[in-house]
Protein backbone atom coordinates (compact mmCIF):
# COMPACT_ATOMS: atom_id res chain seq x y z
CA UNK A 1 0.00 0.00 0.00
CA UNK A 2 1.38 3.50 -0.92
CA UNK A 3 2.13 5.52 2.01
CA UNK A 4 0.69 9.06 1.82
CA UNK A 5 2.14 12.15 3.33
CA UNK A 6 0.25 15.05 4.77
CA UNK A 7 0.19 17.65 2.91
CA UNK A 8 3.39 20.64 3.44
CA UNK A 9 2.53 23.93 5.01
CA UNK A 10 4.43 26.67 3.69
CA UNK A 11 6.31 28.41 7.31
CA UNK A 12 5.11 31.92 7.87
CA UNK A 13 7.23 34.25 9.64
CA UNK A 14 5.89 36.96 11.50
CA UNK A 15 4.95 39.87 10.04
CA UNK A 16 7.93 42.67 11.79
CA UNK A 17 5.62 45.68 10.44
CA UNK A 18 3.28 45.39 13.96
CA UNK A 19 6.54 44.94 15.68
CA UNK A 20 8.13 48.19 13.78
CA UNK A 21 5.14 50.45 14.37
CA UNK A 22 4.82 49.63 18.14
CA UNK A 23 8.54 50.36 18.95
CA UNK A 24 8.21 53.22 16.76
CA UNK A 25 5.55 54.71 18.84
CA UNK A 26 7.21 53.28 22.63
CA UNK A 27 9.95 55.25 21.47
CA UNK A 28 8.17 58.68 20.03
CA UNK A 29 6.37 58.11 23.98
CA UNK A 30 9.78 58.38 25.63
CA UNK A 31 11.25 60.93 23.35
CA UNK A 32 8.25 62.99 24.12
CA UNK A 33 8.43 62.24 28.24
CA UNK A 34 11.70 63.11 28.48
CA UNK A 35 10.89 66.28 26.26
CA UNK A 36 8.19 67.22 28.89
CA UNK A 37 10.43 66.36 31.72
CA UNK A 38 13.59 69.11 30.67
CA UNK A 39 10.94 71.43 29.45
CA UNK A 40 7.70 71.72 32.04
CA UNK A 41 4.47 73.52 31.92
CA UNK A 42 5.38 76.74 34.25
CA UNK A 43 2.38 76.52 37.23
CA UNK A 44 1.80 77.94 39.97
CA UNK A 45 1.70 77.00 44.00
CA UNK A 46 -2.13 77.04 43.97
CA UNK A 47 -1.25 74.55 40.64
CA UNK A 48 0.69 72.59 43.08
CA UNK A 49 -1.55 72.19 46.27
CA UNK A 50 -4.49 71.07 43.21
CA UNK A 51 -2.14 68.39 42.44
CA UNK A 52 -1.49 67.27 45.58
CA UNK A 53 -3.01 64.12 47.19
CA UNK A 54 -3.88 63.37 50.48
CA UNK A 55 -1.09 60.17 50.51
CA UNK A 56 1.97 62.77 49.44
CA UNK A 57 2.02 62.17 46.28
CA UNK A 58 3.48 63.43 43.61
CA UNK A 59 6.89 63.63 45.32
CA UNK A 60 7.74 67.79 44.60
CA UNK A 61 12.02 68.14 43.73
CA UNK A 62 13.02 71.34 45.61
CA UNK A 63 15.85 73.55 44.67
CA UNK A 64 17.38 76.92 44.72
CA UNK A 65 18.43 78.18 41.61
CA UNK A 66 19.56 81.18 43.10
CA UNK A 67 19.56 83.73 46.61
CA UNK A 68 16.20 84.58 45.61
CA UNK A 69 14.65 82.32 43.83
CA UNK A 70 13.23 78.77 44.09
CA UNK A 71 11.83 76.36 42.06
CA UNK A 72 9.97 73.27 42.68
CA UNK A 73 8.46 70.37 39.58
CA UNK A 74 7.06 67.65 39.80
CA UNK A 75 4.83 65.36 37.45
CA UNK A 76 0.90 64.17 37.01
CA UNK A 77 1.79 61.66 34.53
CA UNK A 78 2.60 61.44 31.50
CA UNK A 79 3.52 64.99 29.72
CA UNK A 80 2.12 66.01 33.03
CA UNK A 81 5.57 67.40 34.51
CA UNK A 82 4.93 71.02 35.53
CA UNK A 83 7.27 73.53 37.62
CA UNK A 84 7.04 76.77 40.10
CA UNK A 85 9.29 79.23 39.79
CA UNK A 86 8.79 81.21 43.03
CA UNK A 87 10.99 84.58 43.61
CA UNK A 88 11.05 86.15 46.66
CA UNK A 89 11.19 90.11 47.11
CA UNK A 90 14.33 90.30 49.74
CA UNK A 91 16.85 88.10 50.78
CA UNK A 92 14.94 85.07 52.90
CA UNK A 93 16.28 84.75 56.21
CA UNK A 94 17.05 81.87 58.30
CA UNK A 95 15.77 78.76 57.70
CA UNK A 96 16.28 79.29 53.95
CA UNK A 97 14.16 80.05 50.90
CA UNK A 98 13.84 76.55 50.53
CA UNK A 99 12.12 75.98 53.96
CA UNK A 100 10.45 78.71 53.82
CA UNK A 101 8.68 77.63 50.25
CA UNK A 102 7.92 74.58 51.63
CA UNK A 103 6.64 75.22 54.51
CA UNK A 104 4.26 77.62 52.84
CA UNK A 105 2.99 75.05 50.04
CA UNK A 106 2.55 72.99 53.37
CA UNK A 107 0.11 75.39 55.26
CA UNK A 108 -1.81 76.07 51.86
CA UNK A 109 -2.25 71.92 51.28
CA UNK A 110 -3.04 71.06 54.96
CA UNK A 111 -6.16 74.20 54.89
CA UNK A 112 -7.50 71.48 51.98
CA UNK A 113 -7.10 68.55 53.81
CA UNK A 114 -3.45 67.35 51.69
CA UNK A 115 -0.07 66.53 52.05
CA UNK A 116 2.61 67.44 49.90
CA UNK A 117 6.17 65.39 50.18
CA UNK A 118 9.43 67.24 49.09
CA UNK A 119 12.71 66.18 48.11
CA UNK A 120 15.13 68.65 48.20
CA UNK A 121 17.36 67.76 44.70
CA UNK A 122 17.82 68.51 41.25
CA UNK A 123 16.08 65.51 39.29
CA UNK A 124 17.78 66.67 35.82
CA UNK A 125 21.63 67.57 37.96
CA UNK A 126 22.89 64.65 35.98
CA UNK A 127 22.33 66.11 32.82
CA UNK A 128 25.40 67.73 32.22
CA UNK A 129 29.26 66.96 30.79
CA UNK A 130 28.96 64.61 27.81
CA UNK A 131 25.86 63.67 28.66
CA UNK A 132 23.94 66.69 27.41
CA UNK A 133 25.50 66.47 23.94
CA UNK A 134 24.67 62.77 23.53
CA UNK A 135 20.83 62.67 22.88
CA UNK A 136 21.40 58.50 23.51
CA UNK A 137 21.87 59.14 26.85
CA UNK A 138 18.63 61.44 27.08
CA UNK A 139 16.46 57.87 27.93
CA UNK A 140 17.50 58.44 31.36
CA UNK A 141 15.86 61.61 32.30
CA UNK A 142 12.25 60.07 31.25
CA UNK A 143 10.16 60.67 34.53
CA UNK A 144 8.26 57.08 34.47
CA UNK A 145 9.80 53.77 35.54
CA UNK A 146 8.54 51.45 33.11
CA UNK A 147 8.50 53.90 29.89
CA UNK A 148 12.30 54.55 30.50
CA UNK A 149 13.06 51.15 30.75
CA UNK A 150 10.70 50.22 28.12
CA UNK A 151 12.82 52.56 25.87
CA UNK A 152 16.17 51.23 26.48
CA UNK A 153 15.19 47.61 26.14
CA UNK A 154 13.83 48.52 22.59
CA UNK A 155 16.90 50.79 21.82
CA UNK A 156 19.11 47.77 22.66
CA UNK A 157 17.40 45.17 20.50
CA UNK A 158 17.89 47.58 17.22
CA UNK A 159 21.24 47.95 17.92
CA UNK A 160 21.25 44.18 17.76
CA UNK A 161 18.66 44.13 14.90
CA UNK A 162 21.55 46.53 13.43
CA UNK A 163 24.26 43.72 14.12
CA UNK A 164 22.52 40.73 12.87
CA UNK A 165 19.85 41.57 10.39
CA UNK A 166 20.36 39.53 6.97
CA UNK A 167 21.00 41.80 3.69
CA UNK A 168 19.94 45.16 5.74
CA UNK A 169 19.70 47.86 3.10
CA UNK A 170 22.05 49.76 4.67
CA UNK A 171 25.92 49.12 6.07
CA UNK A 172 25.64 48.19 9.90
CA UNK A 173 27.98 51.21 10.34
CA UNK A 174 25.73 53.56 8.81
CA UNK A 175 23.10 52.89 11.13
CA UNK A 176 25.41 52.58 14.20
CA UNK A 177 26.52 56.35 13.58
CA UNK A 178 23.48 57.26 13.02
CA UNK A 179 21.31 55.74 15.97
CA UNK A 180 24.53 56.36 18.89
CA UNK A 181 25.44 59.61 17.31
CA UNK A 182 22.17 61.50 17.18
CA UNK A 183 19.32 59.25 18.59
CA UNK A 184 16.91 59.89 16.01
CA UNK A 185 18.64 57.31 14.42
CA UNK A 186 16.52 54.51 16.26
CA UNK A 187 13.83 55.97 14.42
CA UNK A 188 14.64 56.08 11.22
CA UNK A 189 15.97 52.46 11.52
CA UNK A 190 12.48 51.40 12.29
CA UNK A 191 10.93 53.12 9.79
CA UNK A 192 13.77 51.92 6.91
CA UNK A 193 14.64 48.17 7.49
CA UNK A 194 14.19 46.02 6.43
CA UNK A 195 12.09 47.82 3.81
CA UNK A 196 9.86 50.77 4.21
CA UNK A 197 7.55 50.63 6.88
CA UNK A 198 4.55 51.82 4.93
CA UNK A 199 5.80 49.52 1.92
CA UNK A 200 3.58 46.18 1.09
CA UNK A 201 5.59 44.72 -1.58
CA UNK A 202 7.16 41.62 -0.71
CA UNK A 203 10.31 43.06 -3.43
CA UNK A 204 13.33 43.83 -1.79
CA UNK A 205 13.85 47.50 -1.73
CA UNK A 206 17.02 48.98 -2.82
CA UNK A 207 20.01 49.56 -1.03
CA UNK A 208 20.77 52.61 1.13
CA UNK A 209 24.45 54.41 1.07
CA UNK A 210 25.62 56.45 3.37
CA UNK A 211 24.02 59.67 1.96
CA UNK A 212 20.92 58.72 2.04
CA UNK A 213 20.88 57.27 5.97
CA UNK A 214 22.54 61.03 7.15
CA UNK A 215 19.82 62.57 4.86
CA UNK A 216 17.06 60.65 6.29
CA UNK A 217 18.12 61.05 9.93
CA UNK A 218 18.16 64.43 9.45
CA UNK A 219 14.79 65.03 8.63
CA UNK A 220 13.82 62.79 11.62
CA UNK A 221 16.14 65.19 13.37
CA UNK A 222 14.45 67.86 12.56
CA UNK A 223 10.72 66.47 13.28
CA UNK A 224 12.16 65.83 16.49
CA UNK A 225 12.98 69.09 16.90
CA UNK A 226 10.01 70.50 15.63
CA UNK A 227 8.22 68.80 18.01
CA UNK A 228 10.67 69.89 20.86
CA UNK A 229 9.92 73.31 19.61
CA UNK A 230 5.99 72.97 19.86
CA UNK A 231 6.32 71.84 23.29
CA UNK A 232 7.83 74.52 24.52
CA UNK A 233 6.12 77.22 22.63
CA UNK A 234 2.55 75.31 24.17
CA UNK A 235 4.02 75.37 27.22
CA UNK A 236 5.93 79.15 26.95
Not at 19 to 43: V, Y
Request: charged content about 20%.
Amino acid sequence: MKATSLPSRAVRRIPDRPLRAAALLLLLAGTLSGMSHLLPAQAGVSDLVRDAGRDGSPVVHVRQTDLLEVRASWSTGFLGDKEVTHRFSELPLSPGGVRIFEDTVRREARAQGKTVTFAEDDPLSELGGISAFVPVLYWRFIPQEWLRWAVLACGLAVLAAIAFRDRPRANPGHWYVSTLLTGAGFLTYLWCEPRPLWSRTAEDPRALGGGRVTAYTLVTSAAVALTVWGLATARA
